[in-house]
């Protein structure tokens, strides 16, 4: 390692010693649904393989584990499951194991060490968060180096860097500061009070002030820290971050908030376009696409993947791409993020009260309401308790309407079949809904 980097790591040391992260209270525990979501074992494998996995007995890394807040959300979204935490900081690791220990999560470790010296743990992980980490690292393809050492596999990776198309202002903000003297000392509680000095002296319409300046940085050091004076923060475009990707032997899988990178969407009308621009759209691969996205729409503070080892995915054939037979084989699972009691007892209540059941309540994971109509929702109550055969759901539909309410005739299997699949692939499209089938 350079002296230059070597000096690098030290100031970051120094700055989260001096102020670990995240500062959430040590007794709060994670009960956001969409965290836990992302955060879990199974969303990943699953959009990778088509495939639903216990993660029980697995053995998950925190890789910048700060103090621990993130590693409980993947204990609490991967029940079973080994948690392995590393941080350079070692004043965040001690409050990572206080933080961990206060919550009775047992099987669990951690270890103050730089990321690039993670395979002296000997260790081999089913998956890796690694969040916040990569954009501070002097040589951040060394740290994806050392994590595809000791990734198994068949594991899958989740990391990010932030994004130089939406982040630009911040960057420039940090230089502006470290130009003048400031993020030189181990400790940042006189050079946060130096930013708001300055800040509140420049006039409004300035540039870095109007567009950067924020009035939770009045009072919250910690935001302050990580947006205007943060140690080693950079950013890089989509290529470059497949460039890495590639250079560290990982494979690309997708963007883990992949609905909201649909890059057609950003247009009103795809037929009203002129035809070279469809046809120059056409032509782009789905990484060129994603990066279309990101220079039409920079609304990404992060640019999010989950990737893993080439070649590992499981072949499958696309839900959308099933016949009859695929879908009577099938095996329907509800992502376990949405059971729990909360939805339990608001799913019998809608059914009981024949009123629609907005599913999006218990897990937002589009930019809409999602609701469904009681008579179907309640074709999803058995998914609470095991995961079920799809012939059995299309016999739980006939039984709920053994009619057809226009003609009372007996409702005709095929028709049930069929409404019980256009729930169940709305449902999986969405990421409700798991589908296995073993045609």
């Known amino acids: 390692?350079?002296?230059?980097?070597?000096?690098?790591?030290?100031?970051?040391?120094?700055?989260?010693?001096?102020t670990p992260y995240p500062r959430i209270p040590l007794e709060s525990f994670p009960t956001d649904p969409n965290r836990l979501?992302?955060?879990?074992?199974?969303?990943?494998?699953?959009?990778?393989?088509?495939?639903?996995?216990?993660?029980?007995?697995?053995?998950?890394?925190?890789?910048?584990?700060?103090?621990?807040?993130?590693?409980?959300?993947?204990?609490?979204?991967?029940?079973?499951?080994?948690?392995?935490?590393?941080?350079?900081?070692?004043?965040s690791v001690k409050l990572a194991r206080q933080r961990l220990k206060f919550h009775k999560v047992e099987n669990v470790e951690f270890h103050a060490m730089p990321l690039e010296e993670l395979p002296s743990l000997g260790i081999e992980f089913d998956y890796i968060n690694n969040d916040e980490v990569l954009y501070l690292l002097p040589d951040p393809i060394a740290g994806l180096k050392a994590m595809q050492a000791v990734l198994?596999?068949?594991?899958?990776?989740?990391?990010?860097?932030?994004?130089?198309?939406?982040?630009?202002?911040?960057?420039?903000?940090?230089?502006?500061?470290?130009?003048?003297?400031?993020?030189?000392?181990?400790?940042c509680e006189s050079d946060v009070e130096l930013v708001r000095q300055t800040m509140g002296n420049l006039k409004d319409h300035v540039f870095i002030k109007s567009t950067t300046w924020r009035a939770i940085f009045e009072t919250d050091d910690e935001r302050l820290l990580v947006n205007h004076l943060l140690q080693g923060d950079r950013g890089w475009t989509l290529p470059e971050f497949f460039k890495a990707l590639r250079e560290a032997g990982l494979e690309f899988i997708n963007m883990s908030d992949w609905?909201?990178?649909?890059?057609?969407?950003?247009?009103?009308?795809?037929?009203?376009?002129?035809?070279?621009?469809?046809?120059?759209?056409?032509?782009?691969?789905?990484?060129?696409?994603?990066?279309?996205?990101?220079?039409?729409?920079?609304?990404?503070?992060?640019?999010?993947?989950?990737?893993?080892?080439?070649?590992?995915?499981?072949?499958?054939?696309?839900?959308?791409?099933w016949t009859d037979q695929h879908w009577r084989k099938s095996l329907v699972h509800l992502h376990p993020q949405l059971i729990t009691d909360a939805f339990k007892q608001d799913l019998i209540a809608c059914v009981t009260e024949l009123k629609m059941f907005e599913i999006s309540q218990h897990l937002?994971?589009?930019?809409?309401?999602?609701?469904?109509?009681?008579?179907?929702?309640?074709?999803?109550?058995?998914?609470?308790?095991?995961?079920?055969?799809?012939?059995?759901?299309?016999?739980?539909?006939?039984?709920?309407?053994?009619?057809?309410?226009?003609?009372?005739?007996?409702?005709?299997?095929?028709?049930?079949?069929?409404?019980?699949?256009?729930?169940?692939?709305?449902?999986?499209?969405?990421?409700?809904?798991?589908?296995?089938?073993?045609?």
């Open 364 to 439: 937002n994971l589009t930019d809409r309401p999602i609701t469904i109509d009681s008579l179907l929702a309640a074709c999803l109550l058995p998914l609470l308790n095991a995961p079920q055969r799809m012939p059995d759901l299309v016999e739980r539909w006939q039984q709920l309407r053994p009619l057809n309410p226009i003609t009372l005739e007996t409702t005709d299997q095929k028709d049930s079949f069929e409404m019980v699949k256009q729930l169940l692939l709305q449902l999986e499209t969405l990421g409700y809904i798991l589908l296995e089938c073993s045609a």
């Open 1 to 18: 390692m350079s002296i230059q980097a070597s000096d690098l790591l030290e100031k970051l040391r120094q700055q989260f010693d001096n």
């Open 259 to 321: 609905r909201t990178w649909d890059l057609l969407s950003l247009f009103r009308d795809i037929d009203e376009l002129p035809i070279t621009i469809i046809m120059g759209l056409a032509d782009k691969s789905y990484e060129e696409q994603l990066h279309l996205f990101e220079l039409l729409h920079p609304i990404h503070r992060l640019l999010d993947v989950w990737c893993g080892h080439p070649s590992a995915a499981h072949n499958y054939t696309p839900v959308s791409e």
């Open 37 to 91: 979501y992302i955060h879990s074992l199974v969303t990943a494998y699953y959009h990778r393989n088509r495939k639903v996995i216990s993660p029980k007995n697995r053995v998950i890394l925190d890789a910048g584990c700060g103090t621990g807040y993130k590693s409980l959300e993947l204990a609490a979204a991967n029940p079973g499951a080994k948690i392995v935490g590393i941080d350079l900081s070692e004043e």
């Open 152 to 187: 198994k596999p068949d594991g899958i990776l989740r990391t990010n860097f932030h994004s130089s198309l939406q982040r630009d202002v911040y960057l420039r903000s940090q230089k502006f500061f470290k130009l003048v003297g400031l993020m030189e000392g181990a400790s």
